[in-house]
């Protein structure tokens, strides 16, 4: 009896285990059943997943793609669930994921792919740059195309697009194919100025019209020339400094506007400068003609690119003798009337220097200006008590020196 009883307790143990068993192995989403057979749709269709089930229950559908996500709830069609894709997500191409939930737990999961829709209207994306490249063949410019469906998909791998280039009189076209979504192609500089013409084409679309400029390259050496009214230190007139047409290696003008600087070295080894820019590649400078004799050496630069050759220009003095005129006890000084190479007057303004001397030593340099062909001094009393003083007068590079005059005390 006690042996029958204890197999009996084991079977019905056996038997608990057993069921226990089967429960844990059975899925909980038995009940629910994807009717929806395609795996793959494309952008802009209506998409619908439905689900067979004999429970009353209805779950939600969590969707979720790179764009976001969202929950839905079914419509009920007799024993079918069907759970309408919003048109926000089935116009974007990629992986959409979905999982059905009930009370917080996953029944089914899986997903779709939304593929581009190659039948819509192709759109295409272009992008040039950089927009302006130097002359040669060493620049370019890239173009990238991306060829889109109506949804702004880009389209699929090896998708064909046509490049059309032209420049001067030639029309240039090749095909290229996605790569990564996209297509893209250098377009190089070419040894001549000018605009290239790039557009692109993709099934019967075509692009909007992109630019490049190709600008000169760098400029070399040129020579330089000058022009004036005449040769003589005058301190007035203009001497015109001009560069040759600068032209880069390829021939090409260079662009206006660049800047060329003429460096003048004098005879005393000071430094000038005066600047231009190129107009149609011609750079014209002006500088002042010197006031005495002098002999400049020009050369010219286009700033780390160029240098021109070395001018010399010489400067003959416009005088070779002047009067100066001592009155009112010696205290008033005329210098003039102070003539040009033409007998003239010469230009008011002139620079004139008084240099006065005691026992070889200089006291004072007064300076003035030229009105009318002359120039006065006043040797001051207050200054210039009883002493013997003489005297050097310097005009346009010239000068003369006067013996010692005697000045007295002045008396009131």
């Not at 689900?51 to 209805?58: A, R, Y």
């Amino acid at each position: 009896m006690r042996k029958t009883s204890y197999i009996s307790f084991f079977i019905i143990i056996a038997i608990v285990i057993s069921a226990f068993s089967i429960k844990m192995v059975t899925p909980k989403n038995d009940s629910f059943i994807l009717n929806t057979t395609s795996k793959t749709f494309i952008a802009g269709t209506e998409i619908i997943l439905t689900f067979s089930t004999k429970n009353k229950t209805t779950p939600f559908l969590f969707i979720k793609n790179s764009y976001g996500s969202n929950l839905l709830k079914p419509e009920q069609i007799d024993t079918k669930l069907a759970y309408r894709i919003p048109s926000v997500f089935t116009k974007k191409a990629g992986v959409l994921n979905w999982t059905l939930i009930n009370e917080g737990e996953n029944l089914l999961k899986n997903k779709i792919e939304i593929l581009p829709n190659t039948t819509s209207k192709t759109l295409l994306e272009s992008y040039l740059g950089p927009r302006s490249v130097l002359a040669g063949n060493k620049d370019y410019s890239m173009l990238v195309v991306i060829p889109t469906d109506m949804f702004d998909n880009p389209l699929p791998e090896n998708t064909s697009v046509k490049i059309n280039e032209q420049f001067l009189n030639n029309i240039n076209s090749k095909e290229e194919k996605t790569k990564n979504l996209i297509v893209w192609n250098n377009i190089m500089a070419k040894e001549k100025a000018g605009s290239i013409l790039v557009s692109s084409s993709s099934n019967t679309t075509n692009s909007n019209e992109l630019t490049t400029v190709i600008y000169p390259s760098n400029a070399t050496n040129f020579t330089i020339n000058f022009k004036r009214n005449h040769h003589f230190a005058d301190g007035n007139q203009i001497t015109y400094l001009s560069t040759s047409k600068i032209e880069d290696e390829f021939k090409n003008i260079i662009s206006d506007g660049t800047i060329v600087e003429f460096n003048i070295t004098t005879s005393k080894n000071t430094i000038l400068k005066t600047r231009a820019t190129t107009i149609n590649g011609i750079a014209k400078a002006k500088i002042l003609h010197p006031d005495e004799k002098d002999t400049w050496k020009v050369k010219a630069f286009v700033n780390g690119l160029a240098e021109s050759n070395v001018i010399s220009i010489n400067y003959e003095p416009i005088i070779t003798n002047f009067d100066v005129n001592f009155s009112k006890n010696n205290r008033e000084i005329t210098v003039g009337p102070i003539q040009s190479f033409m007998n003239q007057l010469i230009p008011d303004g002139a620079l004139v220097k008084l240099k006065i001397f005691n026992n070889n030593n200089l006291i004072e340099t007064k300076t003035s200006t030229s009105f009318k062909g002359f120039v006065s001094f006043n040797i001051s009393a207050e200054f210039y008590t009883e002493n013997s003083y003489s005297f050097i007068v310097e005009v346009l590079g010239n000068s003369k020196t006067i013996d010692t005059k005697y000045y007295a005390t002045q008396t009131k």
